[in-house]
């Protein structure tokens, strides 16, 4: 029969075609896709959102262009959380090219928050209420360092600043003044924090990973090494959906559009399956 | 003495890589550390030269004889030699004795780097996406009993990651994730047992000199 | 004498039992000091180290969170260092008693490694016996790898059809063992293109394994009496970056239309773009790679996949070499050994906490 010819030879262009619609249509005209919070998220969240006044949070980008679309959107949620908190933030990078990644999410976000402020004590002001540390080299003398000084590894800021002139550092001495680390990555980093950062100072650790490397990562999160976990784009979505719940902040949530195009493209893969096989079996049926 | 000098050297040098696991004295480290961080990039150096060296042949080859889209390989030699005089003579923040700014416009290696490298990388990465879709349209047939088992959990995976998933039924993004963390798992680390020790038998192997296929032609 | 007793009730307990000694199995330039936390340690911000060499003049080496009870501090080896903890609380020190007098020195030997040197031996012990006895004229069954099997076909496929054939051999270095099994596999699939006159295409993305896979390509034309057909120009080095070295791939697929691919060695995300893009063009395909996270990809796209270990016994498989089957036999008999052992100690550690589990931490 020609439609099972049809159904298992369907040409690859076609496959290509339609898997171009359906992930790129939902970005232009994107909708928010609603999700449920799983605990790891929630626990992330309410890490955060814990902090006592006096401590400070420390955001690690470490991420590279490729994974950017899965991590940006925790980072940009990450940082909204933190500024509408007014918790003490602290962000670096343990590699140099991440860097411009974390510049444009703090320019991006502060500029959300300083456009709508009215007064100075709304506007988010460098040195009062986020330090952008920047990089040292290598990746675990910083980790390492920090524990006893952080003006003493990061002598400088990203923008060349002393650190110890900068009024939040006056505040922030060592991990002592930390509530918690939150390392966004797509390689092994968060588990450099838990071995050097957390077994030694007892720093408490977050962690934004890929949906590729989530595997590899639940076991510290099972033992309590994590304090929250946000995998892929779903916990990127997922921690969107909190900050705007809780927090009631309407922004952008590229996570949760992204959803979308990833939904369809799973069902799309998975009808394409179906189709294969019920033209193998009707082939099949045939003979 | 053409085979039996390769030889020797391997044997030599894999024992000498082999010592540092064990023998933490200094002088023993030291040397390790020569021969991976020092002598291996020198190597590494001159290897690139005769590389570059091939590629550029290749290229010019094509161009003199005009072969098939030789106009192509022009666009390659080009290409290599801007990043190459950029890259060397511009330094890396535009530090270097070429300029590499009029007015506003920056031409560094940087930029080359995040303006052209990486957006080509990022596209070619984003073609696994519909190179998954056709495979998986080409290959996921339930053949056998094992191949339905394979369909059914990736399907069970594939939902279970998706808000979707979530409306279908409460439970499935705990079993997807259960399939990640257990049978998953478990069948990495049985082929992961087996490479390690594959990897140490070939090694030895190597080292005794008892595979020789590297050193090229029949055994003597 | 009350402000006294009350200021010594204030006061900041320090740590206690301060242990210093010379860090063990290490190559010298450390020393290890221990301690037992301060009764006082919910309290504290952390310790402090410090370190002295003639007893009375003490400099701060290390800082340590609370609840911490061991740390290692870089020395000199030779002169002798006496240690204090102190305990800290915004700017108080409560300092503990000083240790005794110790000095680091290198180790010739790392003993928490025997366990790995005694594994290796008796490893190494049994593919040497199997070698051995190889040699000796033993037949060693080895089972059918289809993947293997179809080396000579494809080869043939490509002499038939008149086109040459691909052979990729990963995007790892030379220290790559998968890189180094692809190797071996690439001088037997040469040895086969020389005898038919077969074109081989070989683009590499390191410059090592460029040198290397040309010179065994060559001595492999050699062996089989057929150096002029050897054409240097088929081998060449295309480039270190992951995404540009497969966009050179898949164009060399395209254009040339090979029709076998072999992709076999260490690879990454680029898997599946290229092993997709060989099945487009109708090319039969050999995949092989150690890593785990590539094989779903290769077992989708591709004809046959040569799964983990099954690449390091290609080159045995295919040259048929009576000391390589030796060789694979005994890895074999070392991995059948390996897995009673760890079945027994399963069994052993779910049924008791049994102190020789922890000769294998």
């Not at chain 1, 980093?189 to 977050?206: D, E, M, T």
Request: hydrophobic share 45%; aromatic share 12%.
């Amino acid at each position: 029969m020609k439609i099972i010819e049809i159904l298992t030879n369907i040409d690859r262009r076609i496959i290509y075609l339609i898997l171009l619609i359906v992930v790129v249509l939902p970005l232009i005209f994107p909708s928010v896709e609603k999700v449920r919070v799983m605990p790891p998220v929630e626990k992330l969240y309410y890490a955060i959102d814990t902090i006592p006044p006096e401590k400070a949070v420390i955001v690690d980008f470490d991420y590279e262009p490729q994974t950017a679309p899965e991590l940006d959107p925790m980072g940009f949620a990450i940082l909204r959380h933190v500024f509408k908190r007014r918790i003490k933030l602290l962000v670096l990078s343990l590699y140099v090219q991440p860097l411009g990644l974390a510049q444009n999410a703090l320019t991006q976000v502060i500029e959300e928050f300083n456009s709508a402020a009215k007064t100075n004590a709304d506007s988010i002001i460098y040195g009062r209420d986020y330090v952008f540390l920047g990089w040292v080299p290598p990746p675990i003398i910083p980790i390492l360092g920090m524990g006893e000084s952080i003006t003493g590894v990061y002598t400088v800021d990203y923008y060349g600043n002393q650190t110890d002139t900068l009024p939040l550092m006056e505040e922030i001495t060592n991990y002592n003044d930390v509530g918690l680390l939150v390392s966004l990555s797509g390689s092994d980093i968060p588990k450099y924090w838990i071995a050097y950062a957390q077994s030694r100072f007892g720093l408490p650790v977050g962690a934004g990973i890929t949906a590729v490397s989530a595997s590899e990562f639940y076991p510290y999160l099972q033992t309590g090494q994590f304090s929250g976990m946000l995998v892929g784009m779903k916990g990127g979505a997922e921690y969107e959906e909190m900050v705007e719940r809780t927090l009631k902040i309407k922004s952008r949530r590229k996570a949760s559009e992204a959803l979308l195009s990833l939904t369809y493209a799973h069902i799309v893969m998975i009808l394409f399956i179906v189709i294969g096989n019920i033209g193998y079996f009707a082939k099949r049926r045939k003979k | 003495m053409k085979r039996t000098f390769p030889l020797i050297l391997v044997f030599v040098f894999g024992i000498l890589g082999i010592i540092p696991f064990f023998v933490p004295h200094p002088v023993v480290q030291n040397a390790d550390e020569f021969l991976r961080n020092e002598f291996l990039r020198i190597l590494v150096a001159f290897a690139l030269v005769l590389g570059l060296g091939s590629l550029l042949k290749v290229h010019i080859d094509k161009i003199k004889r005009k072969r098939e889209n030789w106009q192509y390989s022009w666009i390659l030699i080009i290409s290599f030699l801007i990043s190459a005089i950029i890259g060397l003579f511009g330094g890396v923040g535009g530090t270097g004795i070429l300029p590499t700014t009029i007015g506003s416009f920056q031409f560094d290696i940087w930029t080359i780097y995040w303006n052209v490298v990486m957006p080509l990388g990022s596209t070619m990465f984003a073609l696994l996406a519909f190179f998954m879709a056709s495979a998986a349209y080409r290959a996921f047939r339930a053949r056998s009993t094992e191949a339905t088992l394979l369909l059914a959990a990736a399907f069970v995976v594939m939902l279970g990651v998706l808000p979707l998933g979530d409306r279908i039924s409460p439970h499935l993004p705990s079993f997807a994730q259960w399939i990640m963390d257990v049978p998953n798992v478990a069948g990495q680390r049985g082929i992961l047992f087996g490479v390690a020790l594959g990897a140490l038998a070939t090694a030895l192997k190597i080292i005794l000199g008892i595979e020789r296929s590297w050193l090229g032609g029949g055994r003597e | 004498m009350i402000f006294i007793l009350l200021c010594a009730l204030m006061a900041l307990a320090p740590p206690s039992k301060v242990r210093a000694y010379d860090t063990p199995n290490d190559g010298g330039g450390s020393v290890t000091i221990e301690w037992q936390i301060s009764p006082d340690d919910k309290e504290l911000i952390g310790y402090q180290i410090y370190r002295s060499e003639d007893g009375e003049i003490y400099e701060k080496v290390g800082f340590i969170g609370p609840g911490r009870t061991r740390i290692e501090d870089e020395t000199q080896d030779g002169p002798e260092y006496i240690y204090k903890v102190a305990a800290v609380q915004d700017t108080i020190r409560s300092y503990s008693d000083p240790s005794p007098p110790v000095m680091s020195r290198a180790h010739l030997v790392d003993r928490t490694k025997t366990n790995v040197f005694v594994s290796l031996l008796v490893f190494g012990a049994i593919i040497l016996y199997f070698t051995y006895a190889a040699r000796k004229g033993k037949e060693m069954f080895i089972r059918k790898i289809a993947g293997l099997q179809a080396v000579d076909d494809a080869v043939g496929r490509a002499t038939e059809m008149g086109k040459p054939i691909l052979y990729c051999p990963g995007i790892g270095y030379i220290e790559d063992i998968a890189t180094i099994a692809s190797l071996n596999i690439l001088g037997e699939v040469a040895k086969k293109c020389a005898q038919y006159d077969t074109k081989l295409i070989n683009p590499n993305r390191d410059p090592i394994v460029y040198t290397v896979a040309r010179e065994i390509i060559k001595e492999s034309y050699s062996s089989v009496g057929r150096p002029d057909s050897f054409d240097p120009d088929n081998v060449y080095y295309v480039t270190d970056s992951q995404f540009a070295y497969a966009a050179a791939l898949d164009g060399v697929m395209i254009r040339e239309r090979p029709a076998t691919n072999f992709l076999v060695g260490w690879f990454r995300a680029e898997s599946l773009i290229l092993a997709e893009t060989g099945a487009s063009t109708g090319a039969i395909q050999i995949a092989g790679t150690d890593q785990v996270s590539q094989l779903p990809f290769f077992v989708t796209a591709c004809d046959y996949t040569l799964i983990g270990e099954e690449l390091y016994a290609a080159s045995a498989y295919i040259s048929k070499e009576p000391l390589l089957l030796g060789a694979i036999k005994g890895e074999d008999w070392g991995k059948f050994f390996i897995g009673i052992v760890l079945i027994i100690a399963s069994i052993i550690g779910l049924l008791t906490t049994f102190p020789i589990l922890g000769l294998f931490r």
